[in-house]
């Protein structure tokens, strides 16, 4: 059987392998041949020096070559589309269509392009000119980015093809890439159209390298080691935490994308107008994606009334109609069983599915739907939040809005928090109580929209209060401000024109990148010192 | 004696006091009266809760309300100049005049107006507006703040005065001041003017309050507290790391601005031109403040030549004949005696001083040059890049370009570099060798100039790569980028028009708020949606 190589300083070669893995398809359980090493630490030195001796190269390297590789990976994916599709398809059981062919992989290589022109414009330097003073700053690359990709997103957020991973070459770091375990094909195939891309436009070597898995305590090694610049970590909150202990203590950044229910509060009103049809709309959104999304809202917030109990009732319908997707994999499965059985011990009621299996193929559990009062919830607030991965959500019925205002006030830190209203305006009072509550909890606030749509906007925020992420500041999606991660504050005082990176001349080097000159934002020349 | 209260939520109170401390004058070495409270926990508690109670309002107060603040303070603050720098010089040894009453004084009332401007025009936000998609995103106010202050600039720096406390105000953040224990009284006066700033403005109570001082396991839990929003400390790098282990587990912001030796890099070229002028006005720079400053440069790398012993034995006797200056404590002169000590034992050559006292009054210590050969400090660079906090600094003597080079890529990360080179050019090759190394070691890269001033300019980096600072890419001066520190980024998805913050309205609030909208930044209104 493969054993499949790694890729390491431009070229694929044996791992040093203290064992090998293997993927299983979670729709049929079967193990996919090939096999995959378990690096020792010595392969992730190899790229740890590979990629801090093109640091430099990369950093000081004009924008048109980086941008030119991001274009040159972009094509490479479309022109492999179908493989890549069938590959994630069977490591992951996500449907080829429309999800993988349709959506994620345009959304992939849509943000390779955008990193591509936030490279050549520039503007994500925030380039700052003080020219009475002669003090300069902008945001410049920090060296070697080691890229964590999660499992429910292959492409779009994968390690060595994703939004992590265009926003650190974008902004001039080299990417150290560890594959997701559970789909290491899918991983290959871009990290060999990586390559192949690298070499026709080229780039350094070690511009992208692919280690496929190490031992924990080399991963928390890798992140804190003094030749890294900083980490992207989207997964589980345990591993994300332990690599972010290691991080921590060599102040290293890392960004995390942790777990978050993203909470929906739908308002009395909006329920008396439209309760069916937003039964349906929360049935949609919280089963897409089998519920394997970041911002899949896991837990719904109402008031007790005779149209709460119309709206649950409509969910239950929903999700016992509809047919039970296959899990990403079996440790999913197992996870959303265990976190389903752990709020039911903490008191919440199973009123649909909860169940391993339920009627899907494969790793699959029945879509589930559980419900407590909000005097329960108050008690342990803690345990309800437990994220339950998957196509399952908790429903919370308050007694009054004191009730609700205080579950809103116990909410841990949110990717998103959303509030249906009415609109007649008769839940605008109800509103302005709990929004600032709930502003407070979440990155993204939303009004009358389900949370499963990331845009790729200027303006997203896929980030939010600790433990959703790592930092409140810093958003995972959306160009330029997520390069704004891999990136350090460089300030130049006094230093000779000649000397000073291209962004910080006196004239734009573009013409078109957007810099503040003495607090005004433009793409003018600077004044002459 | 007098024990003097805590402000807490609006009044000052009588501590709950595990003991009391006194200041000391470190030039006549004798106890100043008036005793100031170690406070319990339970004065902690009550500043948290006080604090995040007030937190909304402030978050979502006036802009034009939070500058009329900062700007009375101001004005309070220079009706009562007199007396803080006769306290403060008592307190501190750092000369009335010029330092405190002309320098650090206008420095501070000076920063609290330009976050009073800043706050009221709001650019600080970053406002974003996607108009097509309907998403917008600013940074907004995270919460109550906790600064420390150092021991060095009672005004500037000052935990209820300095560069932190007007920046995390100005952001909308109530302030939980820690004074330092070695400026109280200093500490109290500015307090005393805040205090009665807000009442006079009717800011809520909680805006500011001031702890003295606390056990170190208290101070940790305070920046780990689930009510605080982030934490800016200044001072050793021990303290402030065991606070950063403590808000990282609890996944709280903390920014710190810890040690650092600022190396200065002086080309032969250079040296010949003007090595003596350099001696001069190296030795001026590093006993600026009893080489007490954050940028106070600490380490000299040059080439072996003449000149560089020429430069050595100028700086040698301008130290020699230099009046030594009074140092702020009896701690940091010990600490200085025990970092000379280290230097020595690790193989560096005393050139000068090297003595408790040197003839200065009170707590001093001989002004102190050091020095040490390339090929020695690689064999222990950590033991020679210790801090010697105060009137000393250390010269490593490099053998060849190339040994420089590697002595550049051992330094830790540091707030500042600077090279000087040659007006003629015959540096220019050496600089592009060495500058692009030390670019990554430092926040600012000067040339030809002493790092000792920290302008206040948008363009500033007081900042830079860890143990200088726990995170590359922020600053701890500038108005308004130290802002961007206190600050969350709040998106705003498809949220019904007025609902949307101020910034975020279509309409630009006030007419001068640089926003970025579609992709350019401007003071325009945002086209409708």
């Known amino acids: 059987m493969t054993q499949h190589p790694i890729l390491i300083d431009g070229a694929w070669r044996a791992a040093d392998a203290a064992s090998f893995f293997q993927a299983e398809n979670p729709a049929t359980e079967e193990i996919i041949p090939g096999e995959y090493p378990v690096s020792r630490w010595s392969d992730v030195a190899a790229a740890l020096a590979a990629a801090s001796r093109d640091a430099p190269l990369l950093a000081n390297m004009p924008p048109e070559k980086i941008a030119a590789f991001l274009e040159r990976f972009a094509e490479r994916i479309e022109v492999r589309a179908e493989e890549l599709s069938a590959t994630a398809h069977a490591e992951t059981a996500l449907p080829v269509s429309p999800r993988l062919a349709a959506v994620e992989l345009p959304r992939t290589t849509n943000q390779l392009r955008l990193a591509a022109r936030a490279a050549r414009d520039g503007s994500w330097r925030r380039a700052t000119i003080d020219s009475a003073a002669n003090i300069r700053s902008c945001l410049a690359a920090l060296g070697p980015v080691a890229v964590f990709g999660p499992n429910n997103f ?108 993203n909470p929906l509060v739908l308002l009395p009103g909006v329920l008396r107008e439209r309760g069916a049809d937003l039964a349906e709309e929360f049935g949609g959104s919280c089963l897409m994606g089998v519920g394997q999304f970041c911002t899949s809202p896991g837990i719904v917030l109402m008031l007790s009334s005779r149209e709460a109990d119309a709206f649950i009732t409509g969910v239950a319908e929903k999700l016992n109609a509809a047919p039970v997707g296959t899990l990403l994999s079996a440790a999913v499965q197992a996870s959303l069983e265990k976190s ?39 008690i342990a607030p803690a345990a309800f939040q437990e994220e339950a991965f998957g196509n399952a959500a908790l429903i919370v019925v308050a007694d009054d809005a004191d009730q609700l205002a205080a579950i809103i006030d116990h909410l841990e830190g949110n990717l998103t928090g959303c509030i249906y209203s009415a609109a007649d305006g008769a839940d605008d009072a109800l509103y302005n109580q709990l929004a600032p509550r709930l502003r407070t909890r979440v990155g993204r606030l939303l009004n009358d929209k389900m949370p499963t749509g990331v845009a790729v906007s200027i303006a997203m925020n896929h980030g939010g209060p600790f433990p959703a992420t790592g930092h409140p500041g810093f958003t995972a999606v959306g160009i330029p401000a997520a390069m704004h991660r891999f990136a350090a504050l460089h300030c130049y005082d006094n230093v000779r024109g000649h000397r000073l990176p291209d962004c910080l001349q006196d004239k734009n080097p573009n013409g078109v990148m957007q810099r503040c000159i003495d607090g005004s934002w433009s793409t003018a020349d600077a004044p002459s010192a």
Chains 1, 2 share one sequence.
């Open 154 to 261: 292959p492409f779009a957020f994968g390690s060595i093809s994703g939004g992590d991973f265009a926003a650190a070459i974008a902004a001039g770091n080299p990417v150290i890439a560890k594959a997701n375990s559970s789909h290491p094909a899918t991983t290959r195939l871009f990290a060999e159209e990586a390559h192949l891309a690298a070499q026709e436009t080229e780039m350094p070597p070690a511009t992208v390298q692919l280690i496929y898995r190490t031992a924990h305590q080399d991963g928390e090694r890798l992140v804190a080691d003094p030749r890294i610049g900083a980490t992207g970590y989207t997964g589980s909150r345990r591993a994300g935490l332990a690599l972010k202990a290691a991080a921590d203590r060599k102040g290293k950044p890392i960004y995390l994308e942790l777990s978050s229910v």
């Open 340 to 378: 389903v059985v752990a709020l039911r011990d903490s008191g919440a009621e199973l009123l649909v599915g909860g169940a391993v299996g339920g009627g899907g193929a494969g790793r699959s559990y029945a879509n589930t739907l559980l419900r407590v009062d909000g005097g329960r919830f108050l």
